[in-house]
């Protein structure tokens, strides 16, 4: 047998860890370390978790229940409830337990997690003497009963005898990966506390965070075969040891991550361990806790969201939006980005700069640059753009840093943020601008207007690589085909339909000639004179065309159908008061139009186009004695509050549809 550590099993479910010969496993109790660091008053010992504050809780700079609280009124240091605190020592002190950890100012700070029931506590905090570890309190009560441990010690032996060489084996082999791991540290790791009611009645819990979700759960494990104790339950965290078969933890957790079953279980010193005990029954999910699902629905050019400290996953914002936090001293963790609908091929990549970790690899859409629950500050990035689109458009970005404030724009895989100064990143910007001066087909020839919907052929038609009916035909849908398009183009005097096939390519399907399409000069109902009120209107809609003609107050357009207005008219009937009324749209893609007289059309008609917003005056004596007050109902907002003479009703620059409106004169 090569030479290494035995294992003995003893009744009380602990492990005794000593190096041969088996005689001096008493002397050698003696001479075993603790991990721990000591004050005067109070001792830190090791231990790293993560808990998910129940309630508002205020961060010491030291161990005490009554420290002065204007040496502790920095509100980086009060905490929300629902925070999870990141902590590497805990502490038992002034009658409570305590959990430890350093801020970004590397100065260490205190959170009181449960009160110390009397008979645990010791007799006298202030005679450092008398305060032992729970280790200490191990070895002393291992010297005070050295006979009948000896006892257990035997009996036990017989429990794991029979896979004691597979344990020492095994121990040798991973004396490299954990080479720093004091005796104590392997000794404490078999053993698991009993007693759950601390736990239970403590304002914190165990917390659910990424990347491993974390179930409450009480038990007694007993081991059928030797299985690995490590500090975090994923395949590449430290090893500890190896608990051997036949023996048993008391679990306080079980988890599911990394393709493998764990149980997790506090040691009797306090420190929080792992054991993998199987194969998981799910498949591994890498992108399990990615943040809100993208909408392609609602999305911009370019679309991201980002992970910042306590707040977890924000929600997708788009086109230069800010993404993150301003004024409140969080860290970013992690971002991602997502494409919207572009007329190339290509896409993005990124990567972070994070904290202790320095640059990552480049990753691309649905993958996070950064890290996810290891209270990690990012503190640079760089974004770029490929194949084709990056031809095309520039990405250009900025970050918002700790004590610089937002930066200076960059592009193209230039870095944003600081590296070597320590400083977290805090929000971000980005962009995709088209470079100036390259020629672009888009810009030039064809508008894509972005539009959703399944068409279905009656005839044999053509898919082209370009809305011309001179390029290359790349396929064909035949009648009683059908296909899901994202945009529709007017050009080459035809309507064509577009998407974006399986190769990532876009495509585009005639329809129509424009001859199927243009509209008459004027091809509104005709307005009955006799039935006119004081202000008479109708509307141009997606898929009805012109409408009825309705009066004072009356709804114009459709309601809860989804369908945009594309254009509208205005007549006055009889009005006592010399004078007219003028009128102008906002259209997609167009902006805002010139002002129409009475009776003109505002709008567009056969271009797909929607109205964005409105805006209406009366002139003359009439203006002088009435005002024109007006509403419109848009895209995800409904009805807007009223307005009057000449004031914008709907939207400008948010790419929302106008889908009714009403008019009405209202005496001075």
Known sequence: MKKGYKYLMLSSAALIFFATPKQDVFKNLDSISV???????????????????????????????????????????????????DYDKIVEFDGYKWISFKNEDNERLFISIEKIEASKTNTSTSDSSTDSSKDEEVISKSESSEESLKEEVKSSTKNVENNKDSVEQKSSDTTTQS????????????????????????KYRL??????????????????????????????????????????????????????????????????????????????????????????????????????QNDGW????????????????????????????????????????????????????NSYAGTQGRSLRMEALEIRLTGELAKYYDVQYRAHVQNNGWMSWVKNGELAGTQGQSLRMEALEIKLV?????????????????????????????????????????GYYNAGESVAYDSKVNYDNATWISYIAASGKRRYVQIATNSDITPKPDDSTEFDINNAGNINYLAHVQNYGWQ????????????????????????????????????????????????????????????????????????????????????????GIGWQPWVKNGELAGTEGRSLRMEAIQIRLVKK
């Open 207 to 308: 917390a659910s965070i990424t990347p491993w979700k974390v179930v409450t759960e009480y038990g007694r494990y007993t081991f059928t075969e030797d299985c690995e104790i490590r500090d975090a339950p994923t395949k590449d965290s430290n090893f500890v040891t190896i608990y051997p078969e036949g023996g048993s933890v008391n679990y306080d957790s079980k988890i599911d991550n990394d393709g493998f079953k764990w149980l997790g279980y506090k040691t009797n010193s306090g420190r929080r361990l792992y054991v993998k005990i199987g194969k998981s029954s799910t498949p591994t999910n890498p992108n399990s806790n990615m943040g809100p699902a993208f909408d392609p629905n609602t999305a911009g050019q370019i679309n991201y969201l980002t992970h910042v």
């Open 434 to 474: 088209k470079k100036p001066g390259v020629n672009n087909p888009s810009d030039s020839s064809w508008k894509l207007i972005s539009e959703k919907g399944s068409y279905k052929f009656n005839k044999k038609s053509e898919i082209k690589n370009e809305p011309k009916k001179s390029s290359t035909t790349v």
């Open 314 to 365: 924000q929600n997708w914002v788009k086109d230069g939006e800010m993404a993150g936090t301003q004024g409140r001293s969080l860290r970013m963790e992690a971002f991602k980005l997502e494409l919207g609908n572009l007329p190339y091929d290509g896409s993005v990549e990124y990567r972070a700069h994070v904290q202790n970790d320095g640059w990552q690899n480049w990753v691309g859409p």
């Open 179 to 202: 080479s720093d791991t004091k005796l104590s540290d392997v000794e404490d790791a078999l053993t698991s506390i009993s007693d759950y009611s601390s736990i239970k009645e403590s």
């Open 35 to 85: 991990h721990a660091q000591t004050n005067d008053e109070w001792t830190l010992k090791d231990e790293k978790g993560k808990f998910e504050l129940k309630e508002d809780s205020s961060a010491k700079k030291e161990p005490r229940i009554s420290q002065n609280e204007e040496s502790n009124s920095d509100n980086n240091n009060e905490f929300k409830k629902g925070t999870v605190i």
């Open 548 to 635: 009825n003609w309705v009066k004072d107050g009356d709804v114009a357009g459709t309601q809860g159908k989804e369908l945009r207005m594309e254009a509208f008219k205005i007549l006055l009937a009889d009005r006592p008061y010399n004078g007219s009324i003028k009128y102008r749209a906002h259209v997609q893609d167009v902006g805002w139009q010139e002002w129409c007289g009475e009776g003109e059309i505002a709008g567009t008609r056969g271009r797909s186009l929607r109205i964005e917003a409105l805006k209406i005056s009366l002139t003359g004596e009439l203006a002088k004695h009435y005002d024109v007050e007006y509403r419109s109902h848009v895209q």
